[in-house]
Structure formats: structure tokens, C-alpha cells
């Protein structure tokens, strides 16, 4: 109550491997994977707060690998009206004080770049299917 409502972002990463696009998801445990993200602090920006979470998840520790994070639009936007652990895509009406919501951006990556995934981490590969 003290921050008002929890804020957070998350970012899709689109990787390429043999032409065929992946979501790069951060697997926590066996049977848990999210998109890299977390809380925002009160008053900070949804982009600007973004860029250090992507570095602290993904980003080299070399200072000749830094990542400039390219955060493009913001492809959904999630709220949680109570303290449930289900997200629903827009707030419900009759409620007027929202827990949290959450906006997910779209991550431009250059053509190669470098990660670092710490070790209580791995990286898990969501392909994407497409329709045909």
C-alpha cells in the first residue's frame, strides 16, 4: 500500500536459430520459465526501468560485451485486481485500485549478440509455430 500499485515489465527477446524464431523464456526450477523483467520502483519509467533488469539477467559482466537494449512497443499489458495469481488482460470494471499491473515490451536484438545467465538460471527456448 505504501508504493500504491506493483508495476512491472517484462521483455519478449525474439532469437533466430536456423531461420526459425525462439522467445527466450528464463527457466527457474523445473517446471517454472518467465521473460526476463521485474518490479519497477516508484516513479521510474516502464523502458528506462526495463534496460536494467534485461542487464542484470542477461547481460555480460565484460565491459567489451555491453548490450545497448533496443525496447520497442509495448505488445500487452496484464493487471492483477486482487492478490491472486491470475493476470487478466484488462481490469475488470468494478474495480478501482488495481495490485498490479504488468506491460511486456518487444526486445530488438542486433544480428549477434552476447548473454550472460546467471547461475541459478538457464535459458529455455519457446519456439514459435506458425499458422500456415
Avoid at 518490479?39 to 565491459?63: C, D, F, M, V
Avoid at 485500485?97 to 504488468?102: G, L, S, V
Wanted: glycine share 8%; hydrophobic share 35%; aromatic share 8%.
Amino acid at each position: 500500500m505504501k508504493g500504491g500499485m506493483r508495476r512491472t515489465v517484462e521483455g519478449i527477446l525474439l532469437v533466430h536459430e536456423r531461420t526459425h524464431p525462439h522467445v527466450v523464456l528464463l527457466q527457474m526450477g523445473n517446471n517454472f520459465c518467465k521473460l526476463p523483467g521485474g518490479r519497477l520502483r516508484p516513479g521510474e519509467s516502464e523502458i528506462e526501468g526495463l534496460k536494467p533488469k534485461l542487464h542484470s539477467k542477461l547481460g555480460a559482466t565484460s565491459p567489451s560485451f555491453q548490450t545497448d537494449w533496443q525496447i520497442g512497443e509495448c505488445v500487452g499489458t496484464w493487471w492483477r485486481p486482487n492478490f491472486e495469481t491470475f493476470l487478466y488482460p484488462q481490469c475488470p470494471p468494478h474495480v478501482t485500485k488495481p495490485k498490479e499491473c504488468k506491460k511486456i515490451f518487444l526486445v530488438l536484438l542486433p544480428e549477434r549478440e552476447y548473454f550472460a545467465i546467471p547461475k541459478k538460471l538457464e535459458v529455455d527456448r519457446c519456439s514459435i509455430i506458425r499458422a500456415t
